[in-house]
Nanobody, 117 residues
Framework: QVQLVESGGDLVQAGGSLRLSCAAS????????MRWYRQAPGKQRWWVAT???????NYADSVKGRFTISRDNTKNTVYLHMDSLKPEDTAVYYC???????????WGQGTQVTVSS
């Protein structure tokens, strides 16, 4: 019912910035929470940030103060603006969405962020 497509991943030097986007399509009117996760090679997927439909945001301690999650409900898009990037931020970043009804949960295919030292 919902499709998610991430974009914006790139190679960037430490200290640089990137903005990731996640465009949702399908039954977007019932999307509630949206989240960003990341997964480094050989490691499990780890939660980064969450934003509610009312735009209340929460962050993992590792990114708090550096990353900002936002959403545009009209455009059905969630963003992750990343500042002061570190090599430890290198990962594939995934978008995730929960719905207001039902038990469905959706994932995008991911976008690669590489931070060089």
């Amino acid at each position: 019912q919902v499709q998610l497509v991430e974009s914006g991943g790139d190679l960037v030097q430490a200290g640089g910035s990137l903005r990731l986007s996640c465009a949702a399509s399908g039954s977007t009117s019932i999307i509630n929470y949206m989240r960003w996760y990341r997964q480094a090679p050989g490691k499990q997927r780890w939660w980064v940030a969450t934003i509610s439909r009312g735009e209340n945001a929460n962050y993992a301690d590792s990114v708090k103060g550096r990353f900002t999650i936002s959403r545009d409900n009209t455009k059905n898009t969630v963003y992750l603006h990343m500042d002061s990037l570190k090599p430890e931020d290198t990962a594939v970043y995934y978008c995730n969405a929960d719905l207001t009804i039902g038990d469905s949960n959706y994932w995008g295919q991911g976008t690669q962020v590489t931070v060089s030292s």
